[in-house]
Antibody, heavy 113, light 107 residues
Framework: EVQLVESGGGLVQPGGSLRLSCAAS????????MHWVRQAPGKGLEYVSA????????YYANSVKGRFTISRDNSKNTLYLQMGSLRAEDMAVYYC??????WGQGTLVTVSS | DIQMTQSPSSLSASVGDRVTITCRAS??????LAWYQQKPEKAPKSLIY???SLQSGVPSRFSGSGSGTDFTLTISSLEPEDFAIYYC?????????FGGGTKVEIK
């Protein structure tokens, strides 16, 4: 069974940092591009970042460029999102998603002093 | 970025009704369109990819159509478990932008 399990969310102060992880199982992780998508409370879906299957190519939304870094460890079947200089507007549920539309359950990031 | 516009933003319908949701892209995206269903406090679930291909396990009452800039998601006969928010997403260009969502509520 395909599973994507996010972790690492929590409460962080404005300007702080957080690293999200997404543990994948049930499929050949190294064969798929992976994405991070977020959803602010009561709002719609916003693409955050993406990484190719081998990690050689990455994409960032303008809203996070220069502050967030996506990476992956195919030996550990894990996707990461290193988030820095966090702002109130980064508060959201962060989902990891496989390129063909399979999503994890999400992890909540709260940015507040 | 390609803008995706869904309509309506919400609708009220009864069990058994036929429901149609539209999605318009700001530029042509061929058939690079997906539809998702999201229930409260849950992750989005993929329903349709490539505009009209049903994901495995999705009931056949769901169907998608369209190409270019105009797309449609149809639920042929609404079931109680279909009350949710539906999003379209273009996969033609980076970033893979989403529509604003259509909330399907019980009449």
């Amino acid at each position: 069974e395909v599973q994507l399990v996010e972790s690492g969310g929590g409460l962080v102060q404005p300007g702080g940092s957080l690293r999200l992880s997404c543990a994948a199982s049930g499929f050949t992780f190294s064969s798929y591009a992976m994405h991070w998508v977020r959803q602010a409370p009561g709002k719609g879906l916003e693409y955050v970042s993406a990484i190719s299957s081998n990690g050689g190519s990455t994409y960032y939304a303008n809203s996070v460029k220069g502050r967030f870094t996506i990476s992956r460890d195919n030996s550990k079947n894990t996707l990461y999102l290193q988030m820095g200089s966090l702002r109130a507007e980064d508060m959201a549920v962060y989902y990891c998603a496989r390129e063909d539309g399979r999503w994890g359950q999400g992890t909540l990031v709260t940015v507040s002093s | 970025d390609i803008q995706m516009t869904q309509s309506p933003s919400s609708l009220s319908a009864s069990v058994g009704d036929r429901v149609t949701i539209t999605c318009r892209a700001s530029q042509g995206i061929s058939s690079w369109l997906a539809w998702y269903q999201q229930k409260p406090e849950k992750a989005p679930k993929s329903l349709i990819y490539a505009a009209s291909s049903l994901q495995s396990g999705v009931p056949s009452r769901f169907s998608g159509s369209g190409s270019g800039t105009d797309f449609t998601l149809t639920i042929s006969s609404l079931e109680p478990e279909d009350f949710a928010i539906y999003y379209c997403q273009q996969r033609s260009d980076w970033p893979p932008t989403f529509g604003g969502g259509t909330k399907v509520e019980i009449k």
